[in-house]
């Protein structure tokens, strides 16, 4: 299917099939999270956006956020994945990533603790992920969630899901790509059908499955995605034009402001659609970034 990728016009977010954007972040992030809040709003329409952050710095996000969203401490959503519990439950070096599995558990919650029907359409965002251009979740016609993907082929994610579920990797490529949509109801049923396999909540399931080998066993993008793969694939399509860029920080540096970085958006943006900025590294020189964009293979970080 064609993909109309930068549909003129700004969102509409009343009659958008996206009910929801959800995004997670910390005061570590803020200076990307200030650009990309707003980009969000502008390219990616929804009828709510929702971040989670620390509870202690609400207000902080509140100065840096666009008005559009919602912000709401972490605590409303941590009751059954609190940090002090993971950390108990947990070995090897899963020590080191308590933080990082709490915050996959808690957009997990987002969505399935929502007031939000089955059938609607939330779209978790990277904090750290700044979109170029118009994004559509839901393709017309069909009603398909439209889904990004990567190259990554982490094994340790896949011999989880298989401990939770019975089955391993569904599809060739990753659903590690910074955004996943979903529908609410899917992410419930897939909770419930890890509980019915466990005694206990789904967290702390995913937390019994992790043999402590690897600092990073369980990835929400990657067991969301095969969970889905396997039980509702007539419902979703891999995007046909998989424009994205990872480690932006390689372009931008420091600098995510001003007139430079807003003419480097608008440059990538011919042939991207959208660009995280992960790691902070030196900084591409204009040169080098028109060589990339000239260039019909996709770019390698």
């Known amino acids: 299917m064609m993909e109309n990728e930068n549909p003129a016009g700004p969102p509409d977010r009343r009659n958008s099939p996206v009910r929801r954007v959800i995004s997670v972040c910390e005061a570590r992030d803020i200076a990307v999270w200030a650009v990309a809040s707003r980009r969000i709003v502008r390219h990616i329409p929804a009828g709510s956006y929702q971040l989670i952050c620390p509870d202690a710095q609400i207000a902080e996000f509140e100065t840096a956020t666009a008005p559009e969203w919602a912000i709401t401490g972490e605590s409303l959503f941590s009751a059954n994945c609190q940090p002090g519990m993971i950390r108990g439950k947990v070995s090897g070096e899963n020590v080191r990533r308590v933080h990082w599995l709490f915050q996959q ?109 690897s600092g990073s066993e369980f990835s929400e993008y990657e067991t969301i995605g095969s ?41 990538l943006g011919v042939r991207y659609d959208f660009v995280a900025i992960e790691k902070w590294r030196r900084p591409l020189s204009f040169k080098r970034i028109l060589n990339r964009l000239a260039n019909s293979r996709p770019w390698k970080m």
């Not at 931008?252 to 958006?265: D, E, N």
Request: net charge neutral; with cysteine; proline share 4%.
């Open 105 to 213: 558990f808690i957009k997990i919650n987002a969505i399935a603790g929502s007031e939000l029907g089955d059938r609607d359409v939330v779209v978790i965002w990277d904090a750290d992920t700044v979109p170029l251009r118009r994004i559509e979740f839901v393709a017309p016609g069909t009603g398909c969630l439209r889904f990004y993907h990567g190259r990554e082929h982490h094994c340790p994610y896949f011999e989880t899901i298989d401990a939770l579920f019975g089955f391993g990797r569904q599809a060739d490529v990753s659903f590690i790509a910074q955004c996943m949509p979903v529908r609410a109801g899917w992410v419930r049923e897939m909770l419930r059908e890890i509980e019915d396999r466990f005694p206990v909540s789904y967290a702390e399931a995913v937390l019994s499955c992790l043999p402590g080998k």
């Open 227 to 267: 969970w889905l793969h396997q039980r509702y694939r007539d419902e979703m399509e891999f995007r046909e034009k998989n424009r994205w860029l990872r480690s932006g920080s390689s372009i931008f540096g420091s600098g995510l402001s001003g007139c430079m970085a807003k003419g480097i958006f608008c440059l």
